[in-house]
């Protein structure tokens, strides 16, 4: 029995020795290649660990002695505290490991900020209604034929805002003249309002992102709800049907919960085209996982004398759920679906940008055609809206729940 | 009076092999008021539940009003059931539903699915529920939620329950034990009248000996799952009080 023991914990000693140093090389190699391109063969990493596992083993000063163990500890005290400098060791090195693989560059950090000058600019001067015309447009009425000297005046005030059309005619007068503007204007006016008719777009973008959310919550509610009575452990019996109905509910639930709304918008965009409907589909499936996740849960915390007291005076299954489970059950479900609704709301705008429509999706366009003020402008629309949700369903939930 | 309960050998061994019901015999009259004694752990709960199949029982016969509870499923056992009134230490109502609808779900045997399904009660049951209210004097607290009752209505809410169910014997499982003591007593005392008036037999398990004399007719006293005790409360003197309760116990009264 001792022995055995003894056996068992030299074993595990040496393995997690063995894959401490595995790791250590790995990582060491790792960088040597990237920095010097060295190569070597990976059984020159093999045999490296095993030597140091069993220079370490034979003095005692090794991870896998201090944790496995019992017996022959080392004496000096140098030895002692080796395995702590060895952890140290390892964590310096999967940083230096993680700084490379994620290209951490505090260079381009702090010297390449202006890069982000646009979306910086658009964001704190974010176009809501007035005119202005971006390089699109001029490149567009460049397309359309206007003399030379018309396309540079007008490149002069590329991107510059005007609160009205009249600011706007005005100063196109000044720079281009009473007589050419008037042989223009209606080009450039056209150009112009495409871009200025953001506001509007913005807000029915911002509206379908909203009601996609809404109906994905609302089409989930009633699958997660059926479900979520077959997923919790109290109700259903224990017999072998009992089980594999919890276990195979619970466990397509966990799955697809874990797929992120963004994988299901790809698949659904691809399936039943780019659009609100494809971003309504994922965040449905997604809900309804969630969904049946917090229901059951919550059906497994009811306070199970009532149920005991409904079945006692000779209800059937049914009205025992009825009556005995659902009345405790109303509110928290409420407050869960309105908080899965919040959450829709934020997934949503993510979910537009692999093609599930929404002012994501018009954020994605957006930013393709570099035009920082309108981005700007959705970006306060989204943080708006979020904040609202968020605040509205906290409300809510204190109201029903008290969480 | 003929039998109207009778328990032949019944066992009970829980699934962690908890042997909490050891050939329990036991025959109820009609119109009896019977207390159960004995210790946390004794088997009360155990037994009172087994008799409405609301837990199991490993072996042995039951009879309640000529019907063999044992064999019975599915429907037979459930129109067994609603003539079982049961009440509960916890009152087990629902919180958040009105006084009145916790009465009317004691209905709930008799009704249709359809009729549970949309909540829509007949008008009859709603008169026969204030009525009910009525005998346990809260019919002005119809309205109320449960939760804004106090302990001791709760439990007369849960008598009422009970009397929705016309029922011929009703299982009182420690009905007073989170109850101060002048409630205590006036639960039991309207547990008393349903006995005397509509000729109801209870069963109820108890913790106080007072109370077990003043609406007993009889006591029966459960040990490790096996009945140790059967006869009149006046008959329990301190020597017997004893065997009950251990060497150490007690009598602690309760006015
Ligand atoms: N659901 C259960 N599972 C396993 N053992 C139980 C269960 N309920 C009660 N028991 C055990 O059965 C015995 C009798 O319990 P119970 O009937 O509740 O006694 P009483 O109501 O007299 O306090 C106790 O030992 C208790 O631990
Ligand atoms: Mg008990």
């Given at each position: 029995?001792?022995?055995k023991?003894?056996?068992?914990?030299?074993?595990?000693?040496?393995?997690?020795?063995?894959?401490?140093?595995?790791?250590i090389?790995?990582?060491?190699?790792?960088?040597?290649?990237?920095?010097?391109?060295?190569?070597?063969?990976?059984?020159?990493?093999?045999i490296?660990?095993?030597?140091?596992?069993?220079?370490?083993?034979l003095i005692?000063?090794?991870?896998g002695?201090?944790?496995?163990?019992?017996?022959?500890?080392p004496?000096?005290?140098?030895?002692?505290?080796?395995?702590?400098?060895l952890?140290?060791?390892?964590?310096?090195?999967?940083?230096?490991?993680?700084?490379?693989?994620?290209?951490?560059?505090?260079?381009?950090?702090?010297?390449?900020?202006?890069?982000?000058?646009?979306?910086?600019?658009?964001?704190?001067d974010?176009?809501?209604?007035?005119?202005?015309?971006?390089?699109?447009?001029?490149?567009?009425?460049?397309?359309?034929?206007?003399?030379?000297?018309?396309?540079?005046?007008?490149?002069?005030?590329?991107?510059r805002?005007y609160?009205?059309?009249?600011?706007?005619?005005?100063?196109?007068?000044?720079?281009?003249?009473?007589?050419?503007?008037?042989?223009?204007?209606?080009?450039?006016?056209?150009?112009?309002?495409k871009?200025?008719k953001?506001?509007?777009?913005?807000?029915?973008?911002?509206?379908e992102?909203?009601?996609?959310?809404l109906?994905?919550?609302?089409?989930?509610?009633?699958?997660?709800?059926?479900?979520?009575?077959?997923?919790?452990?109290?109700?259903?019996?224990?017999?072998?049907?009992?089980?594999?109905?919890?276990?195979v509910i619970?466990?397509?639930?966990t799955?697809?919960?874990?797929?992120?709304?963004?994988?299901?918008?790809?698949?659904?965009s691809?399936?039943?085209?780019?659009?609100?409907?494809?971003?309504?589909?994922?965040?449905m499936?997604?809900s309804?996982?969630?969904?049946?996740?917090?229901?059951?849960?919550?059906?497994?915390?009811i306070?199970?004398g009532?149920?005991?007291?409904?079945?006692?005076?000779?209800?059937?299954?049914?009205?025992?759920?009825?009556y005995?489970?659902?009345?405790?059950i109303?509110?928290?479900?409420?407050?869960?679906?309105?908080?899965?609704?919040?959450?829709?709301?934020?997934?949503?705008?993510?979910?537009?940008?692999v093609?599930?429509?929404?002012?994501?999706?018009?954020?994605?366009?957006?930013?393709?055609l570099?035009?920082?003020?309108?981005?700007g402008?959705?970006?306060?629309?989204?943080?708006f809206?979020?904040?609202v949700?968020?605040?509205?369903?906290?409300?809510?939930?204190?109201k029903?729940?008290?969480? | 009076?003929?039998n109207?309960?009778?328990?032949t050998?019944?066992?009970?061994?829980?699934?962690?092999?908890?042997?909490?019901?050891?050939?329990?015999?036991?025959?109820?009259?009609?119109g009896?008021?019977?207390?159960?004694?004995?210790?946390?752990?004794?088997g009360?709960?155990?037994?009172?539940r087994?008799?409405?199949?609301?837990?199991?029982?490993?072996?042995?016969?039951?009879?309640?009003?000529?019907?063999?509870?044992?064999?019975?499923?599915?429907?037979?056992?459930?129109?067994i059931?609603?003539?079982?009134?049961?009440?509960?230490?916890?009152?087990?109502?629902?919180?958040?539903?009105?006084?009145?609808?916790?009465?009317?779900?004691?209905?709930?045997g008799?009704?249709?699915?359809?009729?549970?399904?949309?909540?829509?009660?007949h008008?009859?049951?709603?008169?026969?529920?204030?009525s009910?209210?009525q005998r346990?004097?809260?019919?002005?607290?119809?309205?109320?939620?449960?939760r804004?009752?106090?302990?001791g209505?709760?439990?007369r809410?849960a008598?009422?329950?009970?009397?929705?169910?016309?029922?011929r014997?009703?299982?009182?499982?420690?009905?007073v034990?989170?109850l101060d003591?002048?409630t205590?007593?006036?639960?039991?005392?309207?547990?008393?009248?349903?006995?005397?008036?509509?000729n109801?037999?209870?069963?109820?398990?108890?913790h106080?000996?007072?109370l077990?004399?003043?609406?007993?007719?009889?006591?029966v006293?459960?040990?490790?799952?096996n009945?140790?005790f059967?006869?009149t409360?006046?008959?329990?003197?301190?020597?017997?009080?004893?065997?009950?309760?251990?060497?150490?116990?007690?009598?602690v009264e309760?006015?």
């Amino acid at each position: 029995m001792k022995k055995k023991n003894r056996t068992l914990e030299f074993i595990q000693a040496i393995a997690t020795d063995l894959l401490f140093w595995i790791y250590i090389f790995g990582c060491l190699y790792y960088l040597m290649h990237k920095w010097t391109g060295f190569t070597a063969k990976l059984t020159f990493i093999g045999i490296a660990a095993l030597l140091a596992t069993i220079i370490f083993q034979l003095i005692r000063g090794s991870i896998g002695v201090k944790l496995f163990l019992s017996s022959g500890k080392p004496k000096r005290s140098v030895l002692k505290s080796l395995w702590g400098y060895l952890i140290l060791l390892s964590l310096v090195v999967t940083f230096v490991v993680g700084l490379n693989i994620v290209e951490v560059d505090f260079y381009k950090f702090f010297t390449k900020f202006q890069n982000a000058g646009g979306i910086a600019s658009g964001i704190f001067d974010p176009s809501v209604t007035g005119y202005s015309l971006s390089a699109e447009s001029i490149n567009e009425l460049e397309k359309d034929d206007l003399p030379p000297d018309v396309i540079n005046t007008l490149k002069g005030i590329q991107n510059r805002k005007y609160s009205t059309r009249k600011v706007f005619l005005n100063d196109l007068q000044k720079r281009l003249g009473e007589s050419t503007l008037q042989e223009y204007k209606s080009t450039i006016l056209k150009s112009a309002e495409k871009n200025t008719k953001l506001l509007n777009i913005a807000l029915s973008a911002l509206a379908e992102t909203i009601f996609l959310a809404l109906l994905a919550t609302v089409f989930a509610i009633p699958f997660a709800f059926v479900l979520s009575f077959f997923a919790a452990r109290n109700l259903m019996p224990r017999t072998w049907l009992g089980n594999i109905v919890y276990l195979v509910i619970r466990t397509i639930a966990t799955i697809f919960r874990s797929i992120e709304a963004i994988v299901w918008a790809i698949i659904f965009s691809v399936w039943v085209g780019i659009g609100p409907f494809a971003g309504m589909l994922a965040l449905m499936v997604h809900s309804v996982a969630a969904l049946t996740k917090l229901y059951s849960e919550q059906i497994e915390n009811i306070d199970t004398g009532p149920v005991e007291a409904i079945k006692a005076t000779g209800a059937s299954t049914l009205q025992t759920w009825i009556y005995a489970v659902i009345p405790q059950i109303v509110s928290p479900f409420l407050a869960f679906t309105i908080y899965r609704w919040d959450i829709n709301v934020r997934m949503a705008t993510i979910v537009g940008f692999v093609g599930g429509g929404g002012i994501g999706l018009l954020l994605l366009q957006q930013q393709q055609l570099l035009r920082w003020h309108n981005v700007g402008l959705l970006i306060w629309l989204i943080a708006f809206v979020v904040w609202v949700m968020d605040m509205v369903s906290a409300r809510v939930r204190e109201k029903l729940i008290g969480i | 009076m003929k039998n109207i309960i009778k328990l032949t050998d019944l066992h009970k061994i829980y699934e962690g092999g908890t042997h909490a019901l050891k050939g329990v015999n036991l025959e109820v009259k009609e119109g009896e008021f019977l207390i159960l004694l004995g210790l946390s752990g004794s088997g009360k709960s155990t037994l009172l539940r087994c008799m409405n199949r609301l837990i199991e029982p490993t072996s042995g016969e039951i009879e309640i009003d000529e019907e063999n509870v044992i064999t019975a499923k599915g429907k037979r056992l459930r129109k067994i059931r609603r003539h079982i009134g049961m009440i509960f230490q916890q009152f087990n109502l629902l919180k958040n539903l009105s006084a009145l609808t916790n009465v009317l779900s004691g209905k709930l045997g008799y009704v249709s699915l359809w009729h549970s399904v949309t909540f829509s009660m007949h008008k009859n049951d709603v008169a026969i529920a204030m009525s009910n209210l009525q005998r346990v004097g809260l019919e002005q607290f119809a309205k109320n939620k449960a939760r804004n009752l106090s302990g001791g209505q709760q439990q007369r809410v849960a008598i009422a329950r009970a009397l929705m169910q016309n029922p011929r014997v009703i299982f009182a499982d420690e009905p007073v034990a989170s109850l101060d003591p002048a409630t205590a007593d006036s639960v039991m005392r309207y547990l008393g009248e349903l006995n005397k008036n509509d000729n109801i037999t209870i069963l109820c398990s108890l913790h106080f000996l007072s109370l077990a004399r003043k609406y007993g007719t009889r006591v029966v006293a459960l040990k490790d799952g096996n009945i140790v005790f059967d006869g009149t409360p006046k008959e329990i003197d301190e020597q017997k009080f004893k065997d009950i309760y251990g060497e150490d116990a007690e009598e602690v009264e309760i006015r």
